[in-house]
């Protein structure tokens, strides 16, 4: 199979083939420019004491180690579940030791998080039980809150929570990003992380989109001159979207079929759907232009 390599701008779209499973986009070829900032994006990664798996994903941590990411952002569903129905006390605690243990092998890097739905405990006995819901996973993260914006060598990331009803922001939390945007300089770089896909092309296979996307797309139109792209987990599966010269990056997942061997339609081991299991490194440049590649762990 033959990776696809995009290079585009908000003009052309041209078409190279390089090696497996690349998506990337950016005004110019870059030979000779450096990035500003490489990001490696982390998602799903559903970790869980069984099945040799933490020592299984240390061991693709250690990959992604390798491309010397500047920081790293985690897309959520850091443990395996907590959501469901029946989780006691004792499976959230081995679960985030799992997590904790993978964690440590990214000792002094900086980790920016986003909360997925897998990972609160909503069956807590109480909702004043110290690990009920998000507060705990804030906590566990290492996150400054549920929602949280910082910046970068001349880009401004926007972390998001779409664990509302629906799958969605919540009229605070929208609130706040229209604030936070507003506030920019214009042509601020801007890339915005949300557990969920905002906008994407398998929404229809798999489900799973933000249902607030129509107001969030009108948003990032009015900011055209700075939202460059939104990067998403949730869905396990590849794939790229490009409206309004914003960029969509559903990057996979670390577990991939959730550390299993892969689905009855998969296409090799470990694999959900087309999906092979993976993580994206990121090349943003000073123009506001990215790279976005994904590489496959099997």
Known sequence: MKRRKFLSNSATLAVAATTPLLTSQAAQTRANELPVLTIAHLTDVHIRPEENIPARAIAWLRIVKEHNPDFYLNGGDCIHDASYDNVTRERM??????????????????????????????DAPSKEDEMYGKPYVIKRLQMSAAYYSFDDKGWHFIILDGNHEGISLGEKQMEWLKNDLASLPAHTPTLIMSHFPITSITHDLVGGQHSDHKELKTLFYEHKDKVRVCLSGHQ???????????HYFCNGALSGFWWGDGDEQSAGKQYYLETPPGFAILKLFSDGTLENEYFPLT
């Open 93 to 122: 605690l081995e679960q985030w030791q799992s997590w904790d243990l993978f964690r440590s092998e990214l000792k002094g890097a900086k980790v920016y998080s986003c909360i997925g739905n897998h990972d609160p405990w909503w």
């Open 236 to 246: 396990h599966l590849l794939h790229r979207t490009w409206y309004n010269d914003v």
